[in-house]
């Protein structure tokens, strides 16, 4: 039905920046809201940022506040995230995320749609 394919991933020495990418195909119709979630090692998925289908509502983790941004292309089908100012604690396996309503939510239960992740290394 919806496939989401992330790229961007690798990895940065502390404060560098990184660009992720989700693109959406299939019946990217019917994906709304979209999300950036990630998982370090041993961790639970964790929330990063998340955007309306319209880009007007957007909602980041206190962790990256400030030094990340979600956007979305005019066709609404790609999905951005660009990181500065890295920590080594930002390093885990990036997820994008999409869901078939339209408000932005924090948790990954209401999301529908998963990417296979990117790797992000930020080293000290």
């Known amino acids: 039905q919806v496939k989401l394919v992330e790229s961007g991933g690798g990895l940065v020495q502390a404060g560098g920046s990184l660009r992720l990418s989700c693109a959406a195909s299939?019946?990217?119709?019917?994906?709304?809201?979209m999300g950036w979630f990630r998982q370090a090692p041993g961790k639970e998925r964790d929330f990063v940022a998340g955007?309306?289908?319209?880009?007007?509502?957007?909602i980041y983790a206190d962790s990256v506040k400030g030094r990340v941004t979600i956007s979305r292309d005019k066709a609404g089908n790609t999905v951005y995230l660009q990181m500065d100012s890295l920590k080594p604690e930002d390093t885990a396996v990036y997820y994008c995320?999409?869901?078939?309503?339209?408000?932005?939510?924090?948790?990954?239960?209401?999301?529908?749609?998963w990417g296979q992740g990117t790797q992000v290394t930020v080293s000290s």
């Open positions: 955007i309306s289908w319209n880009s007007a509502a957007t």
């Open positions: 995320a999409g869901r078939h309503t339209l408000g932005v939510v924090t948790t990954p239960v209401s999301y529908n749609y």
């Open positions: 299939g019946r990217t119709f019917i994906i709304y809201a």
